[in-house]
């Protein structure tokens, strides 16, 4: 998923704990989901056409990473 630009749909940052980003692309009519843990370190990626699925996933995404983080979300 690297041809065209990547819009911003959502963005959230747990203060010690990493940040979830959910784009869209218009080329690949695809949402992506991505987790990052600190330092930047990927820890889950997903894909689908879905905006509610992915916005669903965003959220299980960011618990995990709070949860891994011993930070209440």
Do not use: I
């Amino acid at each position: 998923m690297t041809a065209g630009r990547l819009r911003l749909v959502q963005l959230v940052r747990l203060a010690g704990a990493g940040l979830v980003r959910v784009t869209w692309s218009p080329t690949w009519s695809e949402y992506q989901v991505r987790a990052t843990g600190p330092g930047g370190r990927l820890v889950a990626e997903y894909f689908t056409d879905d905006r509610a699925d992915a916005l669903g996933t965003a959220d299980a995404m960011l618990a995990e990473l709070a949860a891994a983080a011993g930070v209440p979300a």
